[in-house]
């Protein structure tokens, strides 16, 4: 009875089990059925810690029928969190987004949950969010229809060191390894050697410092390997916006066939070009403080002539194209009282010279030169009472022998934070010898032949021949008029001069103060006043700054103090020039501060400068309770900044000629060197130690470098020493056993590793693009200090032509408006300087040929021998002068 009962038992179990089964198949096979969403999907994965947000790109015809290749994203710090979606702001998730539509790949995005912890070591095998990332990817596996075989790691900054880290953990998963700006231990070089590698690194990157990437490609070709690497000249820390291209994708669709024959360690990218909008770079703007005052741009006469020599050249043919409304006349003939209507008026106007002047307050003068315009007239009619006659087209030309200027007054002002341009006074006036009205190509008439009885065919010519000449006369008397009409393009033609005026961004020259190695912050500019004098004219921006952390943002942002650039203080240069306060600094690393993030682990710091403040036999001596817990204790040393920095003039005032005359210093009132210990290895507790509270003041200077001819680099420096002072206190709460601390050894080791961090590199260094306007250049030609602002001035580029043959390079050159000067002669291993800001032409006569080329403004053309051999030919020079 009782086997009777169990046999039943087990029979109910096992059928049980198969309904079970039947009702997960049927539901799974469901599942398959529904439509699958595409994009960016939202999923959460579930462990024993709870649930965990990451999300999904699935390409837009994605079916299961096929195998799809996968990528692994590994974010960097600023995207550390717990809301799943901050980690596709930046990075892949961006480039996707402007891709989405055709990229190949499925792409899996998990996020680092640990917002405390090291960022180096953030995504490593060992930690929580690493050993996630990888289950994460699992399940998406089993989820989706995945080539197993096509696994690919990637990661930028703290997610380049997860790459390098998660792929030497499991080399044998992964089709292809992408580490940008990241680094590692050269000892995993043997477990990667047979992975496809392809780094990429900022050559100017003073957060990972290219030698980070270096060591590890190095050591990887030391063993054998052949990873490929990209060093991407005058980029910083964003390599991602250059890496993550079409270039590296189909790289990655079969990187195993594409595994190179051994790349130099120092590739330089071709051309960048813009494949993401400036909304999806960053993840959305949300600003939590805005600094008047911060930025001004002067734009002296000089340089607003060289932008005037480029409107003729830029502005679109469409904008002095088009119609003008239709008018009409009376005029009176043997006693009649005709009306006469032109209608149909187009007119197609050339540009060829401009004037951009400043002339005083509130004044902008702007006159532009028109030179063979030409109004049609399509149609006009005459008409008396029973007689009319059509004549058309007519067509009046303007300027056929020289410009006629239309004059323009205009007052600058700024409006929904753009800048604006006020027309106050235009003047259009036609010189009697430089214009000329050509007869109707053809007249109509109704019954103006009866008039005097002129019924013949010869009299009807005369009649005709009589309508043309009168509208002719009659155009030829309305010449006021046609002034007036010309005069009612002008609005058109300034909306587009205030669209050149929009500068480029010129936050970069504010994010090359930036004095931390923590969190840049994100800017936005806007105009907020404008004014002109005699010299030129000056703006003042104010400046926003991005939240650092978006979902935390304030609803209202925070207006801080004015930087100190007023209008008043704008240097009256005629040249263009850049200033920045960098006083701004202080409410944005206040905005660091106040958000809590204005912090970094010492051993994340770049260069591992303040290693020795780490180790428990250094910070033993100097902090004897830490040895009660002995060698195995677990030590976390976090640099904090407590409270905002200020920058003041350090310049030299009893000695203005003397080298500390463009100096200023950072004054940082208060950092906080804290240590938190954990003694249990098994608790993910740690206990609040000792703070050391640092003052420093160190000094830094702005110096332009002229790598080439074509390339300006803006740099900062740190000057000298830095002032520091040391105060110590264990943490509230503890107490210790032995509460001596040795402050002074504390500061040593501060001083020392910050003598290292500061000397290893620049504060900053970035290239300074050209101010370009289309057909005329401005370059960076000078920077400095002038108390309260930060300088670069913007200067004509000129030509360069450099002789490297073994024969004399006999040349003319022609300038815009100018005859053919020459014959000039350079001798060889010389050059010749010519300072224009626009173009010229060269012509070269040989025995058999004559040469002529455009010399673009700002270039470098070197004259020598061919590689192939041959005579000495002209050859445009790259960014490093060759």
């Not at 740190?718 to 002032?723: L, S, V």
Request: aromatic fraction near 8%.
């Amino acid at each position: 009875m009782t086997r009777s009962i169990h046999a039943v038992t087990s029979l109910s179990g096992m059928m049980s089990s198969v309904v079970i089964s039947l009702i997960v198949a049927a539901t799974s096979s469901l599942a398959a059925a529904e439509p699958l969403d595409k994009g960016f999907v939202d999923k959460v994965y579930r462990d024993a810690a709870g649930q965990h947000k990451y999300v999904v790109f699935v390409p837009r015809d994605y079916t299961p029928e096929r195998k799809w290749p996968i990528i692994l994203y590994l974010h960097g710090a600023s995207a550390r969190g717990t809301d799943g979606r901050l980690q596709t702001a930046v990075g892949l998730g961006s480039y996707v987004k402007s891709h989405a539509k055709s990229f190949p790949f499925l792409v899996v995005f998990p996020q680092c949950e640990n917002v405390t912890g090291r960022i180096l070591t953030g995504w490593s095998p060992e930690s929580i969010d690493g050993r996630r990332a990888l289950a994460i990817l699992d399940e998406v596996e089993q989820q989706f229809s995945v080539d197993k075989n096509h696994e690919i790691l990637t990661g930028w900054s703290k997610g380049g060191y997860g790459a390098w880290s998660l792929a030497a953990a499991t080399p044998r998963r992964w089709a292809a390894v992408v580490p940008l700006a990241g680094g590692g231990d050269p000892k995993w070089a043997d477990k990667l050697k047979d992975v496809p590698v392809w780094a990429f690194q900022g050559a100017n990157d003073l957060a990972v410092r290219p030698s980070q990437s270096r060591r590890m490609i190095e050591a990887i070709k030391a063993v054998g390997g052949k990873p490929r690497y990209t060093e991407a000249p005058d980029v910083a820390h964003e390599i991602w916006k250059v890496a993550y291209r079409d270039e590296l994708f189909s790289w990655m669709l079969n990187p195993s066939a594409a595994a190179t024959t051994g790349n130099p360690s120092r590739v330089q990218p071709g051309p960048r070009r813009p494949v993401i909008s400036a909304a999806e770079t960053d993840g959305p703007f949300v600003p939590a403080v805005i600094v008047p005052q911060a930025v001004y741009v002067r734009m002296g006469n000089e340089m607003l002539k060289t932008l005037a020599d480029s409107i003729p050249k830029i502005i679109p043919r469409d904008v002095l194209r088009g119609r003008l409304d239709d008018y009409s006349d009376e005029t009176t003939a043997q006693g009649r009282t005709y009306r006469v209507e032109f209608t149909h008026i187009t007119y197609d106007g050339q540009l060829s010279a401009a004037r951009i002047e400043a002339l005083g307050k509130d004044r902008l003068n702007v006159r532009l030169g028109l030179e063979n315009a030409i109004i049609t007239i399509g149609k006009t009619f005459v008409s008396s009472e029973h007689r009319s006659a059509t004549a058309g087209p007519i067509r009046i030309v303007l300027g056929h022998r020289r410009p006629v200027w239309l004059d323009i007054d205009l007052t600058p002002f700024v409006e929904h934070h753009k800048l604006r341009l006020k027309i106050t006074d235009a003047k259009f006036n036609i010189p009697d010898d430089n214009w000329y009205v050509t007869s109707p190509a053809s007249v109509s008439t109704h019954r103006l032949g009866l008039m005097g009885g002129l019924r013949s065919t010869r009299g009807l010519r005369v009649v005709r021949n009589k309508v043309s000449s009168g509208l002719v006369s009659g155009i030829y008397g309305s010449k006021s008029k046609i002034e007036s009409q010309v005069l009612t393009v002008v609005p058109a033609l300034i909306k587009h001069l205030e669209e050149k005026l929009e500068l480029t961004d010129v936050t970069e020259l504010v994010g090359g103060v930036w004095p931390l190695p923590v969190y840049k912050p994100r800017l936005q500019l806007w105009p907020e006043a404008v004014a002109t004098d005699q010299r030129g004219m000056s703006i003042v921006f104010a400046m926003a700054a991005a939240a650092a952390d978006p979902r935390h943002a304030p609803a209202t942002p925070r207006l801080a103090e004015p930087a100190g650039i007023a209008l008043g203080q704008v240097p009256q240069v005629l040249s263009l020039q850049v200033g920045v306060a960098p006083n701004v600094l202080k409410p944005l690393t206040d905005l660091l501060v106040q958000a809590g993030v204005g912090r970094i682990h010492l051993l994340d710091i770049p260069g591992g400068a303040f290693e020795p403040m780490t180790t428990f036999r250094t910070l033993a001596e100097a902090i004897p309770d830490l040895k009660r817990y002995g060698t195995d204790v677990e030590i976390r040393a976090e640099l904090v900044l407590a409270s905002p920095l200020n920058v003041v003039d350090a310049s030299n005032s009893t000695n203005p000629s003397g080298g500390d005359a463009a100096m200023f210093q950072f004054q940082f009132p208060k950092m906080i060197v804290s240590y938190a210990i954990k003694a249990d290895p098994s608790s993910s507790k740690w206990t609040p130690y000792v703070d050391f509270e640092i003052q420093l003041i160190q000094k830094a200077r702005a110096k332009l470098l002229k790598p080439s001819h074509l390339k300006r680099t803006l740099r900062m420096d740190w000057i000298g020493d830095a002032d520091i002072k040391v105060s110590g206190r264990f943490a509230p709460g503890y107490k210790p056993i032995d509460p001596e601390l040795d402050v002074q050894r504390i500061g040593r080791l501060f001083e020392q590793g910050w003598r290292d961090w500061t000397q290893s590199g620049p504060l900053s260094q970035f290239t300074v693009p050209d101010v370009d306007f289309g057909f005329t250049k401005l370059r960076l030609s000078d920077v400095g200090w002038a108390a309260p602002h930060i300088y670069a001035t913007f200067s004509a580029p000129g030509i360069k032509l450099t002789n490297l043959s073994d024969q004399d390079l006999i040349y003319e050159t022609q300038g815009p408006g100018s005859v053919w000067g020459g014959p000039h002669t350079l001798k060889p291993g010389k050059s010749h300087k010519y300072d224009v800001a626009q173009p010229i032409l060269y012509r070269r006569r040989t025995s058999t040929a004559a040469e002529l080329y455009t010399l673009p403004v700002g270039s470098h053309s070197i004259f020598h021998r061919p590689t192939a051999g041959g005579p000495p030919q002209l050859f445009q020079a790259d960014s490093h002068g060759r």
